[in-house]
């Protein structure tokens, strides 16, 4: 049985005169364990799909139909306590931004002792245990003293440490990772992907990494969604998607990234930006910036076919596929 | 190159304008409190016309009609539709000529202190430095007293050294300087904030390197993107300079008795509000508050609208 | 942490310094102190050796020592109409106004913030539009006015408290009358409190509710919704804390602005503190006695400011104060 179930999720923001839909029918499952990359560009809806997961959207958005069962259980329908049974505790998040992330007036001890206190019958000392000894498994140094410090005492890295150390302390089952590299140093990027792969690893906790990063992406995890315009467009394997992807907007990702393009040669970006949520064209939404792009395409919505070993919403997928393995042998 | 920069605020302030006039047309407390402001401004300028009677003639004023009630009340006399005061004075147009004062003082204070805050901010943020530390300190220490304390004292010495008959004679300039020169710092604060913000930005180095001098950049790229703080922090501070006027005046350190602002209006009627002559308190007090009110209500809708970043202490 | 006390010190003695110097300016060009001395019916001759002997013919700067000399032996003059040392005159008077800002204090502090939060957290119910409408009402309605017509209704016409005055006042620590021990004082504080609180509460319940709806945006208080904490702890330990550090500033800045507030309350309901005392000293010319006050005046404000800047340092933790000293 998976561990995590998505089906037909949408989510909308209700605004002023209209309402805008930032989720469309996203499904996907994830096994006990298993490590999801959901990759796309900002705005794509990445982020809504993590917070949509542990219902923390916050207003004006809500989710409007669909089901997300954890565990077991359908919990797009259960009540505000129930929730926060599952937060945190058996569903743990990392934000992007670590030196907003944690509270600037509450000691880095307390920080990790409530979240202990929300869900165990604990005492002070059994939880400072705890803490201290999840604060070792992140590698943190002399980790009895960084209890009683403020967050603006530590570094960017240290902090990111420290909130994933806060992600493991109740061994969930599910981590929810968004971007959680992208406000940090460069140097210290890879170091940060490495301990997160280690521990989900190691404690066998399922892994949801939202990022722009393909290269990250086929780095940590098993399976990857590509996400576009609050869609998922094309999802499978990892090692498939990178090395084959069927999508023109993945090849168009792909061919972006800087070691796809020789040195001194400008990077090959997909032209135009994703269009706003508000105007989201009739047909399939990448059709604008496709150079495939037919009739049918800008009236038509591709419906998510499998095509090989992954998924794929493309009319022209067969015909681009043919073309690009020509092109490939010629 | 020119032309498209100096284009640039004003095609953007059409967009702002258009903005500002839709949200204003979906707010109905907006609508109505601009049309009371509006009403209040027209008949305040216009009193020597609207006003039955002109309040600082002595040749209109007859003791013996002192204290009649507003006509809805027994004992009126129709003459006087909001009733008399102490001195026997049309109310409502010793209203109208005090509406009048009380505005004509809040807006000329306003006036001077966005001038002061403005240069100042300008010149704190765009030299920085020694100067920027100096002026700022400077704002620190002056708003850390109470704009309403200092004016006390500074009208209090000032009325005991020239005496009543030249303080009350040039008291409306000393209001004005007063308050405009007490609250300057909200608009240095502010102003110097935009200032830092923008000097960062790209076109104010390529206005700097196509040889404008530190006085154009300031004054056509710099300060048009302080608008609309500034025109949200006016709204208050208009609408605050009245309060502090009326209290000035309610103190005896405003408007004498003679020339009435509101508040010294206020100030009179409290002495026989225990004999039973509410309206002498009670109507200019409305119409203050009235006054204040829709200031506030129409600086709280255009902080929505406008969403400034204002420079908090 | 020390160094930064001493540099907050040498600050606040900087103020007290100017602050001295418009003082004494005021006594020097205001009013004759001769002529409250010996009247006007003394010759000329005498009247010079006698300014000779009080060192009136001496420097502008030589004259300031002295007073501030003075002044800092506790000698702000002697008031022209009590003929008593000025100083103790207005310390008479400070108990009185003391109590009445302690009373709106109680009343801003103890609204100001459950309705701020309030507010906050539920923006949209009617309870919340209430609250916002009637604040907007309260901060465009002057406090004298305030005080007027609530004396009107509840002195005038219904009879519940007294109009003026401060009552029956118990005498405590042998020094201090106070108005919160007998029932007759508390009644007669009631009204003058409310009136001094009731254009800085909805200042206060805005500026809360304003700082708090920032912070319920930012992405710890996320975080702490995503751990699954107690919304009660998110709101009134992780938000509210942070709320309150921008509002201590403000509020010492308008501590200030109370005791200026505190001369329109006191004016209305004849309250026999300093604010009164000082109006009156203003039409008697009682030059000693409004130069003293305006010393005191900016001694309390120098004094709460400084407080308040220690208070915040310490309350922040991302304030280092000892690295602020350097």
Redesign the interface.
């Given at each position: 049985m998976s561990l995590l179930s998505v089906r037909d999720l949408s989510v909308q923001f209700a605004m002023r005169d209209q309402t805008v839909t930032a989720l469309r029918n996203i499904s996907f499952e994830l096994g006990k364990g298993e490590r999801l990359g959901i990759v796309g560009e900002s705005g794509a809806g990445k982020s809504i799909t993590g917070f949509a997961l542990?219902n923390?959207l916050?207003r004006p958005g809500f989710i409007s139909g669909g089901s997300i069962t954890f565990d077991g259980r359908d919990i797009t329908g259960l009540g505000?306590a129930e929730m926060?049974?599952?937060?945190?505790?058996h569903m743990?998040?990392i934000?992007q931004?670590p030196m907003?992330?944690?509270?600037?007036?509450?000691?880095i001890g307390q920080q990790m002792l409530?979240?202990l206190y929300?869900?165990r019958r604990l005492s002070k000392e059994e939880a400072t245990q705890i803490a201290i000894l999840k604060l070792r498994e992140v590698y943190i140094p002399s980790p009895e003293d960084r209890l009683d410090q403020?967050p603006?005492e530590l570094s960017g890295g240290m902090r990111q440490r420290i909130i994933i150390a806060?992600a493991l302390l109740l061994d969930p089952k599910l981590i929810i990772a968004d971007e959680p590299t992208t406000a940090l140093d460069v140097t210290i990027q890879a170091d940060i992907m490495e301990l997160l792969l280690e521990l989900c690893h190691s404690n066998k906790v399922g892994l949801i990494l939202i990022t722009h990063d393909l290269g990250v992406v086929s780095q940590m995890t098993e399976r990857t969604l590509v996400m576009y315009a609050g869609r998922i467009i094309e999802a499978g394997r990892t090692r498939e998607i990178i090395n084959d992807p069927q999508h023109p907007y993945t090849q168009g990702l792909i061919n972006a990234l800087p070691q796809q393009t020789p040195p001194g040669q400008r990077l090959k970006q997909i032209p135009g930006n994703m269009p706003s949520l508000t105007a989201i064209p009739p047909g399939c939404p990448f059709a604008p910036r496709c150079n495939f792009a037919t009739d049918l395409c800008r009236t038509v919505l591709p419906e998510v076919v499998q095509y090989g070993p992954v998924e794929v919403a493309c009319h022209e997928v067969n015909r681009l596929h043919n073309d690009t393995v020509e092109e490939a042998t010629a | 190159m020119s032309s498209m920069t100096t284009n640039q605020p004003s095609r953007m302030n059409r967009i702002w304008q258009s903005n500002m006039a839709y949200s204003f047309r979906k707010n109905p407390v907006a609508m109505v409190s601009f049309l009371i402001f509006a009403v209040i401004v027209i008949m305040a300028v216009f009193a020597p016309l609207i006003a039955p009677f002109d309040p600082y003639d002595p040749n209109q004023i007859d003791i013996m009609n002192s204290e009649y009630p507003p006509v809805w009340i027994d004992g009126s006399d129709t003459q006087f539709m909001f009733g008399t005061d102490d001195q026997g004075r049309d109310l409502w147009s010793t209203i109208l000529y005090g509406t009048r004062l009380s505005l004509l003082i809040g807006l000329c204070a306003v006036a001077l202190q966005a001038f002061l805050g403005i240069s100042i901010g300008l010149i704190a943020g765009y030299v920085g430095g020694r100067i920027d530390n100096l002026l700022m300190r400077m704002a620190d220490i002056q708003l850390s007293f109470s704009t309403l304390m200092v004016a006390i004292i500074f009208l209090a010495v000032t009325q005991a050294m020239f005496g009543s008959e030249t303080f009350n004679q040039y008291a409306i300039y000393f209001l004005i300087a007063v308050i405009g020169i007490a609250e300057w710092p909200q608009y240095a604060r502010t102003v110097r904030a935009t200032v830092l913000a923008e000097k960062k930005k790209e076109y104010v180095d390529s206005a700097r390197v196509l040889g404008f001098g530190p006085g154009r950049i300031m004054v056509r790229h710099i300060l048009p993107n302080s608008l609309s703080p500034i025109f949200v922090i006016s709204t208050v501070q208009v609408a605050n300079a009245i309060i502090s006027e009326a209290s000035l005046s309610f103190l005896g350190l405003g408007m004498p008795p003679s020339q009435p602002s509101l508040g010294s209006l206020i100030s009179s009627g409290f002495d026989y509000i225990f004999s039973g002559s509410w309206w002498i308190t009670v109507i200019p007090g409305v119409v203050l508050v009235v006054l204040v009110l829709v200031i506030n209500l129409l600086g709280d809708w255009m902080r929505d609208v406008l969403n400034p970043k204002l420079y908090k202490g | 942490m020390l160094a930064y006390l001493v540099k907050r010190l040498f600050q606040a003695i900087a103020v007290m310094l100017v602050i001295s110097l418009v003082g004494f300016a005021i006594q020097d060009n205001l009013g004759d102190p001769l002529r409250e001395l010996v009247g006007q019916s003394v010759s000329e001759e005498v009247r010079q050796q006698l300014r000779d002997e009080l060192g009136l013919n001496d420097s502008f700067f030589t004259q300031y020592i002295r007073f501030l000399g003075n002044a800092l032996q506790g000698d702000l003059g002697t008031s022209y109409f009590f003929k008593e040392p000025a100083l103790d005159v207005i310390l008479k008077k400070l108990p009185a106004t003391l109590e009445l800002v302690l009373g709106a204090t109680i009343i801003i502090v103890g609204l100001s913030v459950p309705l701020g939060v309030y507010t906050a957290i539920k923006p949209n119910t009617i309870l919340s539009k209430i609250i916002m409408g009637l604040s907007i009402v309260g901060i465009s309605i002057p406090v004298f006015l305030t005080a007027i017509l609530m004396i009107y209704v509840f002195s005038v016409g219904y009879g519940w408290f007294p109009a003026y005055g401060r009552g029956d006042v118990v005498h405590v620590f042998g020094y201090w009358n106070t108005n919160f021990a007998s029932w007759d004082g508390l009644t007669h504080i009631f009204l003058p409190s409310i009136a001094l609180a009731s254009i800085m509460l909805p200042l206060f319940i805005r500026l809360i509710r304003a700082e708090m709806m920032e912070v319920l945006q930012s992405e710890y208080v996320k975080y702490a919704r995503a751990k699954g904490i107690n919304p009660r702890r998110i709101y009134f330990l992780h938000a509210l804390k942070n709320t309150l550090l921008p509002v201590i500033t403000v509020g010492g800045v308008q501590i200030g602005t109370m005791v200026a507030y505190t001369i329109l309350t006191e004016t209305v309901f004849q309250w026999p503190g300093m604010g009164f005392m000082f109006l009156e000293a203003v039409n008697r010319v009682d030059t000693p006695l409004i130069v003293a006050y305006l010393i005191v005046v900016g001694f309390i404000f120098v004094v709460t400011n400084t407080i308040v800047d220690l208070i915040y340092g310490l309350v922040n933790p991302t304030v280092n104060l000892a690295r602020m000293g350097a």
């Amino acid at each position: 049985m998976s561990l995590l179930s998505v089906r037909d999720l949408s989510v909308q923001f209700a605004m002023r005169d209209q309402t805008v839909t930032a989720l469309r029918n996203i499904s996907f499952e994830l096994g006990k364990g298993e490590r999801l990359g959901i990759v796309g560009e900002s705005g794509a809806g990445k982020s809504i799909t993590g917070f949509a997961l542990m219902n923390l959207l916050s207003r004006p958005g809500f989710i409007s139909g669909g089901s997300i069962t954890f565990d077991g259980r359908d919990i797009t329908g259960l009540g505000d306590a129930e929730m926060r049974d599952i937060r945190g505790n058996h569903m743990a998040m990392i934000f992007q931004d670590p030196m907003v992330t944690l509270n600037p007036v509450l000691t880095i001890g307390q920080q990790m002792l409530e979240t202990l206190y929300a869900h165990r019958r604990l005492s002070k000392e059994e939880a400072t245990q705890i803490a201290i000894l999840k604060l070792r498994e992140v590698y943190i140094p002399s980790p009895e003293d960084r209890l009683d410090q403020y967050p603006h005492e530590l570094s960017g890295g240290m902090r990111q440490r420290i909130i994933i150390a806060m992600a493991l302390l109740l061994d969930p089952k599910l981590i929810i990772a968004d971007e959680p590299t992208t406000a940090l140093d460069v140097t210290i990027q890879a170091d940060i992907m490495e301990l997160l792969l280690e521990l989900c690893h190691s404690n066998k906790v399922g892994l949801i990494l939202i990022t722009h990063d393909l290269g990250v992406v086929s780095q940590m995890t098993e399976r990857t969604l590509v996400m576009y315009a609050g869609r998922i467009i094309e999802a499978g394997r990892t090692r498939e998607i990178i090395n084959d992807p069927q999508h023109p907007y993945t090849q168009g990702l792909i061919n972006a990234l800087p070691q796809q393009t020789p040195p001194g040669q400008r990077l090959k970006q997909i032209p135009g930006n994703m269009p706003s949520l508000t105007a989201i064209p009739p047909g399939c939404p990448f059709a604008p910036r496709c150079n495939f792009a037919t009739d049918l395409c800008r009236t038509v919505l591709p419906e998510v076919v499998q095509y090989g070993p992954v998924e794929v919403a493309c009319h022209e997928v067969n015909r681009l596929h043919n073309d690009t393995v020509e092109e490939a042998t010629a | 190159m020119s032309s498209m920069t100096t284009n640039q605020p004003s095609r953007m302030n059409r967009i702002w304008q258009s903005n500002m006039a839709y949200s204003f047309r979906k707010n109905p407390v907006a609508m109505v409190s601009f049309l009371i402001f509006a009403v209040i401004v027209i008949m305040a300028v216009f009193a020597p016309l609207i006003a039955p009677f002109d309040p600082y003639d002595p040749n209109q004023i007859d003791i013996m009609n002192s204290e009649y009630p507003p006509v809805w009340i027994d004992g009126s006399d129709t003459q006087f539709m909001f009733g008399t005061d102490d001195q026997g004075r049309d109310l409502w147009s010793t209203i109208l000529y005090g509406t009048r004062l009380s505005l004509l003082i809040g807006l000329c204070a306003v006036a001077l202190q966005a001038f002061l805050g403005i240069s100042i901010g300008l010149i704190a943020g765009y030299v920085g430095g020694r100067i920027d530390n100096l002026l700022m300190r400077m704002a620190d220490i002056q708003l850390s007293f109470s704009t309403l304390m200092v004016a006390i004292i500074f009208l209090a010495v000032t009325q005991a050294m020239f005496g009543s008959e030249t303080f009350n004679q040039y008291a409306i300039y000393f209001l004005i300087a007063v308050i405009g020169i007490a609250e300057w710092p909200q608009y240095a604060r502010t102003v110097r904030a935009t200032v830092l913000a923008e000097k960062k930005k790209e076109y104010v180095d390529s206005a700097r390197v196509l040889g404008f001098g530190p006085g154009r950049i300031m004054v056509r790229h710099i300060l048009p993107n302080s608008l609309s703080p500034i025109f949200v922090i006016s709204t208050v501070q208009v609408a605050n300079a009245i309060i502090s006027e009326a209290s000035l005046s309610f103190l005896g350190l405003g408007m004498p008795p003679s020339q009435p602002s509101l508040g010294s209006l206020i100030s009179s009627g409290f002495d026989y509000i225990f004999s039973g002559s509410w309206w002498i308190t009670v109507i200019p007090g409305v119409v203050l508050v009235v006054l204040v009110l829709v200031i506030n209500l129409l600086g709280d809708w255009m902080r929505d609208v406008l969403n400034p970043k204002l420079y908090k202490g | 942490m020390l160094a930064y006390l001493v540099k907050r010190l040498f600050q606040a003695i900087a103020v007290m310094l100017v602050i001295s110097l418009v003082g004494f300016a005021i006594q020097d060009n205001l009013g004759d102190p001769l002529r409250e001395l010996v009247g006007q019916s003394v010759s000329e001759e005498v009247r010079q050796q006698l300014r000779d002997e009080l060192g009136l013919n001496d420097s502008f700067f030589t004259q300031y020592i002295r007073f501030l000399g003075n002044a800092l032996q506790g000698d702000l003059g002697t008031s022209y109409f009590f003929k008593e040392p000025a100083l103790d005159v207005i310390l008479k008077k400070l108990p009185a106004t003391l109590e009445l800002v302690l009373g709106a204090t109680i009343i801003i502090v103890g609204l100001s913030v459950p309705l701020g939060v309030y507010t906050a957290i539920k923006p949209n119910t009617i309870l919340s539009k209430i609250i916002m409408g009637l604040s907007i009402v309260g901060i465009s309605i002057p406090v004298f006015l305030t005080a007027i017509l609530m004396i009107y209704v509840f002195s005038v016409g219904y009879g519940w408290f007294p109009a003026y005055g401060r009552g029956d006042v118990v005498h405590v620590f042998g020094y201090w009358n106070t108005n919160f021990a007998s029932w007759d004082g508390l009644t007669h504080i009631f009204l003058p409190s409310i009136a001094l609180a009731s254009i800085m509460l909805p200042l206060f319940i805005r500026l809360i509710r304003a700082e708090m709806m920032e912070v319920l945006q930012s992405e710890y208080v996320k975080y702490a919704r995503a751990k699954g904490i107690n919304p009660r702890r998110i709101y009134f330990l992780h938000a509210l804390k942070n709320t309150l550090l921008p509002v201590i500033t403000v509020g010492g800045v308008q501590i200030g602005t109370m005791v200026a507030y505190t001369i329109l309350t006191e004016t209305v309901f004849q309250w026999p503190g300093m604010g009164f005392m000082f109006l009156e000293a203003v039409n008697r010319v009682d030059t000693p006695l409004i130069v003293a006050y305006l010393i005191v005046v900016g001694f309390i404000f120098v004094v709460t400011n400084t407080i308040v800047d220690l208070i915040y340092g310490l309350v922040n933790p991302t304030v280092n104060l000892a690295r602020m000293g350097a």
